[in-house]
């Protein structure tokens, strides 16, 4: 099985890598200016503002799983429009997308979240994030901040 980890050389992305490659699965990553230090996985350069990069990188991978650990922060063309790019892309190939979100998309006025709850972001890197609904996406998560990005 391939795994690609869409920005693979991030925080998340890199422990995302550490752990499919420690498994023995396939695993082939994502960077937009560096890329990371698993020598195991394979790396290749993508920008999700570009929609030709990642049909480029989708045909020559030909993953079975798409994981999106990207963050363009508040560059609304990659955090808000890349998700939706990259699942507009990954559905042409019919390849399952987990799509990695942000509990930034909550106000915190409440002391309980879950699903069903509607985005309230306060924050620049929040806002661009709850415009992200990448509609071929089988799976949303939306972790807690351990640290701050
Ligand atoms: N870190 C946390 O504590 C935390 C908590 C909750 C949720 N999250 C979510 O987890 C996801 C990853 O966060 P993170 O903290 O791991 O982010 P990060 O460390 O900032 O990593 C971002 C990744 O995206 C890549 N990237 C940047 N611009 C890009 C572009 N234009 N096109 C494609 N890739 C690009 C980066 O590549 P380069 O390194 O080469 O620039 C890097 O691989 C985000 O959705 C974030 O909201 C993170």
Known sequence: MTTLVIGGSGFL??????????????????????????????????????????????????????????????????????????AMTVAKYGTPLIHVSTDAVFSGARSHYDESCRPDPLTRTGRPKRRRRPV????????QSPVPH
Not at 136 to 143: A, H, K, Q
């Open 13 to 86: 992305g890199t422990e995302l890598v550490q752990q499919a490659t420690g498994a023995g699965y396939m695993t082939v990553a994502t960077y937009a200016t560096k890329p990371g230090k698993n020598s195991q996985a394979m790396w290749h350069t993508l920008d999700l503002r570009d929609p030709g990069q990642i049909d480029a990188v989708m045909a020559e991978v030909r993953p079975h799983l798409v994981i999106n650990a990207s963050s363009g922060g508040a560059d609304w063309a990659v955090t808000a429009e890349g998700p939706i790019r990259l």
């Open 136 to 143: 071929s996406s089988p799976c949303i998560r939306r972790p």
